[in-house]
């Protein structure tokens, strides 16, 4: 299996993390490609390290000028004052001929083996659970919208749709204000040509904290994408976690409501991290000091809270 993460600095413990948790609960032959930019010499030799403690593992570390360059030459906003998210979007600008790759974000951790996520469609990825407000106005009222978190390649059938042509296009059209860049270009670039992937591939905090049917009354399209049967059972043979942002809240953060707190500590503890957690400042440290069943309770309070201050609450938790 080719696998391939973008990394600088900022993101290098992470990924560390995210390594170990892969290769230790994917056992099957791993190549990985790193994409990177000012990602320092000691980062670096910590992940070649980690890799060679796996025999089952190969590391290889990207061009890094030629990474530079195709992050310089399109315009595309940074992504919390970087830029290097944005390469995922070009891997076939600097990686070598290989038949398929799988992208994973630096905040997921892989939590069973990942047979079964190679498919014979150019992309394939997994749903979010609604349409961004910034980005629906801009599209068909029956356009999905894909989390660019993990994305599973077939590079035969990507090249048949030029995939990397459409978005290289797409960054110099009109399009919506690029609010998440890489994700939301992806999306503009290959509206109805991202295939989905099974919900276990790509699980966010939110599906552990609300029920599928707080979900149908949230986000009402969301029984379009996924039955409760296939809601309760991605749950159950969970893959991929996905540490995203809910209420300003990510498990590096003080908090009591984050589902994957625990799984962040382990494999941070076993890459020997240091676990450092940062208090956010009033107000947008309300929500670290909630516990799940009372964040789940907000979205039940429609009657309780007017309307407009209910919106801004979801506003906060789904960012």
């Known amino acids: 299996m080719n696998i391939l993460y973008a990394c600088d600095n900022q993101y290098a413990n992470l990924l560390l993390g995210s390594m170990y948790s892969l290769l230790t609960n994917h056992q099957n032959p791993i190549h990985i490609y790193l994409a990177y930019d000012q990602l320092d010499l000691k980062h670096q030799k910590r992940m070649d390290m980690l890799a060679q403690q796996f025999p089952n593992a190969t590391l290889t570390f990207l061009n890094p ?3 530079r360059m195709i992050l310089d030459h399109y315009p595309i906003p940074t992504w919390r004052g970087s830029k290097i998210a944005n390469a995922r979007l070009f891997f076939r600008e600097f990686m070598p001929d290989i038949d ?3 992208y994973l974000d630096s ?3 892989i939590w069973q083996n990942l047979e079964g996520i190679e498919k014979e469609a150019p992309i394939s990825a997994v749903l979010e659970r609604r349409v961004p407000p910034h ?4 599209v068909s009222s ?3 919208y894909f989390n660019s978190g993990v994305l599973s390649f077939h590079i035969q059938e990507w090249d048949k749709i030029d995939g990397t042509k459409k978005i290289a296009d797409a960054v110099f059209k009109k399009h919506p204000d690029l609010l998440y860049p890489d994700q939301d270009l992806l999306n503009f670039a290959l509206q109805n040509q991202i295939h989905p992937l099974f919900f276990s591939y790509n699980l966010f905090p939110h599906d552990f904290i609300h029920s599928y049917h707080q979900y149908q009354r949230i986000f009402p399209k969301f029984t379009e994408y996924y039955s409760e049967e296939e809601f309760e059972k991605a749950k159950n043979e969970a893959k991929i976690l ?10 590096w953060i003080k908090n009591r409501c984050y589902p994957f707190n625990e799984a962040y500590e382990y494999y941070q503890k076993q890459v020997g991290n240091k676990i450092k957690k940062t208090t956010l400042n009033f107000p947008n440290n309300l929500f670290s000091y909630l516990s ?3 964040l789940s309770y907000f979205n039940y309070s429609k009657t309780f809270i007017p309307t407009p201050i209910l919106e801004k609450i979801k ?5």
């Not at 980005?135 to 801009?138: D, F, T």
């Not at 996905?242 to 498990?251: A, D, K, L, S, Y």
């Not at 506003?315 to 960012?319: D, L």
């Open 315 to 319: 506003e906060k938790i789904y960012k």
């Open 100 to 102: 398929h790759l799988l």
């Open 135 to 138: 980005y629906a106005s801009y």
């Open 107 to 109: 905040d997921t951790i």
């Open 242 to 251: 996905h540490m995203i942002e809910i209420g300003n809240v990510r498990p």
């Open 142 to 144: 029956d356009t999905k």
């Open 292 to 294: 799940p069943t009372m």
């Open 65 to 67: 000028r030629k990474i």
